[in-house]
């Protein structure tokens, strides 16, 4: 069965999240569904989606799980952007975790580190 994921973000301040959202996924929207709506596509079928909710912002809480967690938040720390919290669960998995401006929590979890047998 397809299956297609929207994970959506409501926001206060679009014009405000829109510049935020592009410094923490590098680049603009892949497409701008209206003026309170953009959506960024980080893989085929998984979507995250900024929406102006004012009565709702705040209150996203998203983990997305990635390759190379150590290069995207190179990459993110590059355009300005801290984590707020990095941590390393009990079986090596690591999550490092942003806040956007609204209260919104976006995390990028990575396998836990190899380490070579010495």
Do not use: C
């Amino acid at each position: 069965m397809p299956l297609d994921l929207f994970a959506g973000i409501p926001v206060n301040d679009y014009a405000a999240a829109l510049t935020w959202y592009e410094r923490l996924f590098g680049s603009p929207p892949t497409f701008v569904a209206s003026d309170t709506e953009a959506v960024w596509e980080l893989a085929e079928h998984r979507s995250v989606v900024i929406e102006q909710r004012p009565e709702h912002a705040g209150h996203a809480l998203h983990t997305i799980f990635v390759g190379d967690l150590d290069t995207l938040v190179a990459g993110i720390t590059g355009r300005g952007l801290e984590p707020t919290k990095r941590e390393t669960y009990a079986n090596g998995v690591r999550k490092v975790t942003y806040h956007d401006p609204e209260g919104n929590e976006i995390g990028f979890g990575g396998a836990p580190l190899r380490t070579e047998p010495g």
